[in-house]
T-cell receptor, first 115, second 115 residues
Framework: AQSVTQLGSHVSVSEGALVLLRCNYSSSVPPYLFWYVQYPNQGLQLLLK??????LVKGINGFEAEFKKSETSFHLTKPSAHMSDAAEYFC?????????????FGTGTRLLVSP | AAGVIQSPRHLIKEKRETATLKCYPIPRHDTVYWYQQGPGQDPQFLIS???????DKGSIPDRFSAQQFSDYHSELNMSSLELGDSALYFC??????????????FGPGTRLLVL
């Protein structure tokens, strides 16, 4: 079965600093990978996704992620953090091995941004 | 753009009562997914429907049932509620285009509290 591991339940950065949220996946076939963001008391919003093709994926709000097969990673980055980026971030994997189309989520990383 | 609509947004029930959660997918989306997110947990897949047929099943209790109607909206019926059912219930929808993995768009969730 496919799974994702998010390293660090909490990540703290200063405003303007680099954001790096780590996600490693486990899959025997090429996975479909997603990053979702959840603001307090809100639903899940899609940040970006990797299906096939270019391994560097750009998403909304200045976020991007790079699919590295050799490292089985899909880390999320943003060059400069903004206060509004404070939220919970979930990495998710989907595709053949997880069943028809269901998503399997990581345990989430809470991003804290200080002034 | 129209998003996934869920109702009610909040629901309080007593133990052993029943609850019905509704999900209205994005217009023209034909696939609906249900996820359960316990306090401080990652979303867990419950069940999905494509063209009114169950397409996949996850860790959904036998006390729960769901269906998708001809207008593609879906309802999650929960009976004999337990304290442990208190969670945020997400609905997501996608449009089937023949790809192995479609992008799922999430609604704001229904927060269920069982007392």
């Amino acid at each position: 079965a496919q799974s994702v591991t998010q390293l660090g339940s909490h990540v703290s950065v200063s405003e303007g600093a680099l954001v790096l949220l780590r996600c490693n996946y486990s899959s025997s076939v090429p996975p479909y990978l997603f990053w979702y963001v959840q603001y307090p008391n809100q639903g899940l919003q899609l940040l970006l996704k990797y299906t096939t093709g270019a391994t560097l994926v750009k998403g909304i709000n200045g976020f991007e992620a790079e699919f590295k097969k050799s490292e089985t990673s899909f880390h999320l980055t943003k060059p400069s953090a903004h206060m509004s980026d404070a939220a919970e971030y979930f990495c998710a994997v989907g595709g053949m091995n997880t069943g028809f189309q269901k998503l399997v989520f990581g345990t989430g990383t809470r991003l804290l941004v200080s002034p | 753009a129209a998003g996934v609509i869920q109702s009610p947004r909040h629901l309080i029930k007593e133990k052993r009562e029943t609850a019905t959660l509704k999900c209205y997918p994005i217009p023209r989306h034909d696939t609906v997914y249900w996820y359960q997110q316990g306090p401080g947990q990652d979303p867990q897949f419950l069940i999905s429907f494509y063209e009114k047929m169950q397409s996949d099943k996850g860790s959904i209790p036998d006390r729960f049932s769901a269906q998708q109607f001809s207008d593609y909206h879906s309802e999650l019926n929960m009976s004999s509620l337990e304290l442990g059912d208190s969670a945020l219930y997400f609905c997501a929808s996608s449009l089937s285009t023949g790809r192995l993995m479609e992008t799922q768009y999430f609604g704001p969730g229904t927060r269920l509290l069982v007392l």
